[in-house]
């Protein structure tokens, strides 16, 4: 499919390694963050979310750090695997309204 | 069970022409959410149905139009096509504030 990573910033890691991949957010009222991951040809897939009175919450892999005071989100993909490469957004959102603002979006090259 | 399908796939058209993309949301999900997403963008919010009514708008104009029909499943219509309006238009549904679930998109393409 359509690459949509043209003129993305790029992080490439090797296999194994960890990998941050930061956010700017736009929009101090935000009070819910998402990461989601896009491969090409296909839909943005959630990955993790947190709500603004948290700054960490972990998943499988991922770990997702808030920081409300920079308006800054990192995303945290431990032992990084080919399959994770792909296209990573950011998106705020406030309560009680679904509309999700999304970043510009890192492309994350994972070399075997 | 089936999650967000859209047709079609891809779609040419020509400026002035007038485009209709179809929605089916994930079983359960009672809310549509339409987004454009420019190459190498990210992707921006156009407009969410719920209950068969426009809940909440982006910043699009008025060419941009969309129905919900009685089982959820939703459409989005764009009239006089301009080239800009080529890119990836992505339906996401939910059950209304609940986590949103993406399609596959569709690719427009304006000559």
């Known amino acids: 499919g359509e690459s949509v990573g043209l003129h993305l910033p790029t992080l490439s890691v090797q296999e194994g390694d960890n990998s941050i991949i930061n956010c700017a957010y736009s929009?101090?009222?935000?009070?819910?963050f998402i990461w989601y991951k896009q491969e090409s040809g296909k839909g943005p897939q959630f990955i993790i979310d947190?709500?603004?009175?948290?700054d960490k919450r972990q998943g499988q892999r991922v770990t997702v750090l808030l920081n409300k005071t920079v308006k800054h989100l990192s995303l945290q993909i431990a032992a990084t695997q080919p399959g994770d490469s792909a296209v990573y957004f950011c998106?705020?959102?406030?309560?009680?309204?679904?509309?999700?603002?999304f970043g510009k979006g890192t492309m994350l090259l994972v070399s075997p | 069970d089936a999650g967000v399908t859209q047709s079609p796939t891809h779609l040419i058209k020509t400026r002035g022409q007038q485009v209709t993309l179809r929605c089916s949301p994930k079983?359960?999900?009672?809310?549509v959410s339409w987004y454009q997403q420019a190459l190498g963008q990210g992707p921006q919010f156009i407009f969410q149905?719920?209950?068969?009514?426009?809940?909440q708008r982006g910043n699009f104009p008025d060419r941009f139009s969309g129905h919900q029909f009685p089982n959820y499943s939703s459409e989005l219509n764009v009239n006089a096509l301009l080239l800009g309006d080529s890119a990836l238009y992505l339906c996401?549904?939910?059950?209304?504030?609940?986590?949103?679930?993406f399609g596959p998109g569709t690719r427009l393409t304006v000559l």
């Open positions: 998106a705020e959102g406030l309560s009680g309204y679904s509309t999700l603002t």
């Open positions: 929009n101090s009222a935000s009070d819910y």
């Open positions: 996401a549904s939910s059950r209304l504030e609940d986590e949103q679930f």
């Open positions: 947190i709500r603004s009175n948290m």
């Open positions: 149905y719920y209950e068969e009514e426009e809940r």
């Open positions: 079983s359960g999900h009672d809310t």
